[in-house]
């Protein structure tokens, strides 16, 4: 590193011409001795860059497996599928890969979203907490006209319900909105911002002097809460399926009844631990297909979280289920668009419009797969040699 | 999608030939529709695969920006360095680098890395409460052996202690391994592994019947919990910086008190809501810098997690901290030897060997960034219209 | 213990004569060699048992001390109050005290009670989550109905609204019902279970097969919950004072400053510990007023948890509020109506119909006090001090 | 209420003597038209009130039922026991007594205490996070001047071991004393304290400059914490036996099947709740019997955690289990020598030194009695109808 760094090179207008990039790449090599073959070699037109990224100098590239087929029993998705996932972490494409020729072979996954809606969470300061209820009985009695001033910004986001806490002399709001195919962390905020200035216009004056702040952090952006668990955030979604006993034990070696057993143990554990997901290992599968769809990476903060709950029948069949009650999801917008973004989406048929509902269904569907196959293999004593048989130079 | 699905083409032997790879994207566009050029531009050597990804079709491009200079006051990373980070959300670089602007103003973040470990985490069902207490005070005299035994199968990690905690007939256990410049989950599953059949092998006949599962869930692998912000996973470190009132007013129009009475609403909020980080948004910055250089991008949902603690001194300038209990990092092995990731960790001299605390160090210093242009923002209502200007295709 | 136990005393009837009674107490002290002048020396007329208690031996006697005078600003609760607090823990009616000094010199604490309701929980059991998503849509396209239902049972109790969150194939409920002046736990069980049973009957077919268990355990009774601190149980209260500099300084010796920044370090430390009351004490204040007015000593567990939020406005006054979103509190019914439980709740005005919030208030009122003055003892280095003094016996 | 209030009588000296007592029963007459009767009627000592209360006025009369016999399989407690319960819930002493009668036709309760510290938790405030780093190798390295220093104030106390936590700039200890047969809160303060002042004495200057904090609100008192359930607070107790089918079926009419699912529902219920208690009513049996015994009401608050973990096995006979982390316990000291709490004690067996693990194993062992017997009635649907039979004049 040199002692007086330059600055990184910039025009005036247009960040995201090639010669600019080029520059970049240049400075990288003379200032860090770094030549940058791979992260130049990107396919992806600069024109499609301004809104994903500044200061391009190029791009990651991510190895991508293709797993499946994965028979859906959802509302939105139906069939079979082929599913993309980017990833480095060797094993992974092979075992979801196991699971989704289970759940195939018993009819696919049944999923079910339970809601969708994004959030904002503006925060009110009141001058006492009385001030402050009386604020939130003033919001309920206006909610029509503050709909009407959100709407205000956005031809596709529509404010669904407010839910509101009461803390200290703080009135801690989180607006619900639709989005359509969008994840709509941008549109809401635009909205929610709207809805507050028509707020603080029309407030009555008889509850004294108030401001907000756009954001009181119980949304919760890019972190989990147990508030997302109990209300969601982006999509709750439900993915069930019946494990037929033998078909377990064929496929994977593992009895389910020691499955089951096993998943009690790992309840207990979670709750012994605090933890924000019950079950196996969901971030896999959704960082995997977020990464290869142009989903928010960030958002694995919140979509990871998730509540398993697994029956022993009467017959020795699983019955599994996993709640996801936070997957922020788009079809449309932010990196969709992108070159191999796209690609990906349209493996599956779910680029663009009215598609969302696809997506996540098939997320939630691969999900499950990879719960179902790990859980079998930490049971049929194979985790371990998996790992060495895939993931070789992993250490 | 077709209604007799066909398998993904493989051969036996090397699914990593470029033959293959080439059957399985000709076998996407015969069985989707879907061309996939760009998936297949990649310059990553099909044969560095292997261990990353099964059935690989490509890769994901992910745009990368260069944010930096960041002036570094770390332990182990001093000095200047330019930060590549993968995103496709727009305005992100763009605000962290002002962070690091301001950042590097006042000499650089300070950091300090409190502990480092990777955990795996046996749990033992014993025959009842006491038998499992007994299995404890075993454990506790018999670590040496049980150490030599977990480092049988690794000449990296070494078995550092062993957290415990008994609840109901079971032992619940915690291995904590260092592992070099490796994340270490599977180097710590293997170890973990010979350790528990040394166990099982030289136990007492006087503590019954015992068995063991290789993971009781309290790793907590893959998900957060609180266990971890208690007791780390991966790296903890804490990433420290005064902010001077006028400098801060200066390069983003924000009050350090009114930066600092945000803060406050928003730990109560968090609080409220039952977050596992009372910052801003510190999984933009990890998730970014994981992606650019090779990391696990599933592990977010641990890394995300993070409390922030902040003084406004005597003068209103801002004491800002951030501690970041589990950053789990590698330099060396899974996805940092890839094509663009290992070009992405040379830019910050940090590919290799005895590196790892320096990239750590350097991701803490990131994220401290992001956290204080994004409260600045918030705080100067500046928040929404950056969006605008830098987002605009995203809804 | 003798070897062949003999079962209690019991006649068929009326276990409440004081015959039998008294046969009770001589049968502990020929089966355990303990005589009990003291359980034996109850007041309570044995009639009035019926319905607290079965198996009657006599009653604890616990201290109880006189706190106050406290002014109180609250909108049920007006004037100055004297508390009577049972405990047997030195200092505590002490420091109370003080910290009622403190806040009737300043008007006394404004309290507001945000909501109140109490709460039972019935999960139902659907086929798979579609019926149960399905199940939600009924119950709010029939809540009329279900209220009706619901309020066969009971003169007092209303229902209010019903929350839901799917999980699984499970639909777990939480129906909130207003209960007059009585905590109502056993009033919304009834009511819930009515309202269960006219569900059964009318479900449409196209749901299928639906069965339901009165409690999913989320109501959450005796166990505080994250869901309480967001969504209440029993009031949600907000108590809140500004409090003087110098008046802190001249009563305790302590400066607001410092105060305040332990305040910070302990909020920190309690998201650290994962905490359910970012505060100081508040189960000894309401544990004691809890007791001495026949309040239901096991919601301890629920009342316990709080959010405290403090500022330091610019004089260097503290303003400082404490949340309580989960008291569950009665003045009529229970143990209310038992002879000293009376008398205490009588000493404050707050017997009988009609009282139930000015009682909250004046508890909420009270527990305020208790913070100010250990949090004031703590940053004067008293505390350990204070406990040497009134403590003495208690190691 | 008067406008302008009197001070309650004190006089200089001793409160404590019967006309200062009596003094004060006049003034609450005096001032707020109530005549105490009851409360005046104490048998209690008044020389023995010092040290429990300040402000006398007379006791609480709490009515006592007596549950049992108890059958217990301790390792302290052996035998039978007559369990008396201190409450004002009509229902709470059959059902307990009914869960003791199945308990003990099972050879009674097995019980085991895993560990049992008191805590007290100083927080060190240093320069910057490496300053703290390097204060918790100090601390480490001198543990044997620090628990020699701590234990100089008590001869009970034992240091036991220091938990470190390092968050920001600041270490978060959490000193574990043994404390005999007290409770121990206060010596655990003392001591603590007497630690912090040698370390401050002692400390190296190349730490620079630190503080500290007597609590920094880990310790957690007085309220639960997520740090509890991993880490104890007082005992840590495991209370087990399994129910065989047929005599729950005989003596509730519930099958052991049904109540294994409710337990499943329930734990799920539990998590989506986050809950502090995945059981059922433990809260009931603690406050019953730390009222009758003279433990600290308060402490409820920390001792109603547990997690419960059932398992059924392949004759349907159902294992439970249920771990409860915190129970604070005494049997010498506090409210323990009282009369009424000293005869409860005397009833058990339980009364003065040595006998402390024993209270709480009688203590767990009634608590899963009561955990048995209402998780029976909830599935025979006899939940509603027992407290309609027990509880008739409570709303």
């Given at each position: 590193?040199?002692?007086?760094?330059k600055s990184i090179p910039r025009i005036s207008g247009n960040n995201f011409q090639p010669e600019i990039i080029k520059a970049r790449q240049d400075f990288i090599t003379a200032e860090t001795g770094t030549s940058v073959p791979h992260l130049s070699a990107t396919t992806i037109d600069p024109s499609t860059l301004k809104g994903n990224v500044e200061n391009p100098i190029g791009a990651a590239q991510i190895p991508i497996g293709l797993a499946g087929p994965l028979l859906m029993n959802g509302e939105h998705a139906k069939g079979h599928f082929y599913v993309p996932m980017a990833t480095t972490e060797g094993t992974l494409v092979a075992s979801y890969s196991r699971g989704m020729r289970i759940l195939s072979q018993i009819g696919g996954p049944k999923t079910t979203i339970i809601e969708r809606y994004m959030q904002r969470a503006p925060v009110f300061h009141c001058e006492d907490a009385r001030k402050a209820r009386g604020l939130g009985e003033w919001l309920r009695a206006n909610f029509a006209s503050i709909k009407a001033a959100a709407e205000t910004t956005t031809s596709v986001g529509k404010l669904s319900h407010i839910e509101e806490y009461g803390v200290s002399r703080m009135w801690y709001t989180r607006f619900n909105f639709t989005t359509g195919d969008a994840a709509g962390q941008n549109m809401c905020g635009k909205a929610a911002d709207a809805a507050c200035r028509w707020i603080m216009k029309n407030l009555p004056a008889d509850l004294g002097k108030?401001?907000?702040?756009?954001?009181?952090?119980?949304?919760?952006?890019?972190?989990?809460?147990?508030?997302?668990t109990l209300h969601s955030r982006g999509a709750r979604v439900v993915v069930e399926?019946?494990?037929?006993?033998?078909?377990?034990?064929?496929?994977?070696?593992?009895?389910?009844?020691?499955?089951?057993?096993?998943?009690?143990?790992?309840?207990?554990?979670?709750?012994?631990?605090?933890?924000?997901?019950?079950?196996?290992?969901a971030a896999n599968g959704i960082a995997s297909l977020f990464l290869a769809t142009g989903q928010d990476e960030a958002n694995v903060a919140e979509s990871q979280a998730g509540l398993t709950y697994v029956e022993l029948l009467e017959n020795d069949d699983l019955y599994w289920s996993l709640t996801l009650p936070s997957i922020i999801a788009a079809t449309?917008?932010?990196?969709?668009?992108?070159?191999?973004?796209?690609?990906?989406?349209?493996?599956?048929g779910c680029y663009g419009s009215g598609k969302v509902e696809k997506f996540i269904e098939i997320l939630a569907g691969t999900v499950l797969a990879g719960e179902i196959s790990l859980s079998a293999a930490v049971v049929a004593n194979e985790w371990v040699e998996s790992h060495d048989k895939h993931g070789r130079n992993r250490p």
């Open positions: 590193m040199s002692d007086t760094p108030i401001t907000y702040t756009l954001s009181g952090a119980i949304d919760t952006d890019k972190k989990h809460s147990h508030l997302n399926a019946v494990l037929p006993r033998d078909l377990i034990k064929s496929m994977t070696r593992a009895e389910t009844r020691d499955m089951y057993r096993a998943r009690q143990v790992s309840m207990l554990g979670g709750m012994l631990a605090g933890t924000t997901n019950n079950g196996v290992h449309y917008g932010g990196g969709t668009g992108l070159a191999t973004q796209r690609e990906c989406l349209e493996i599956m």
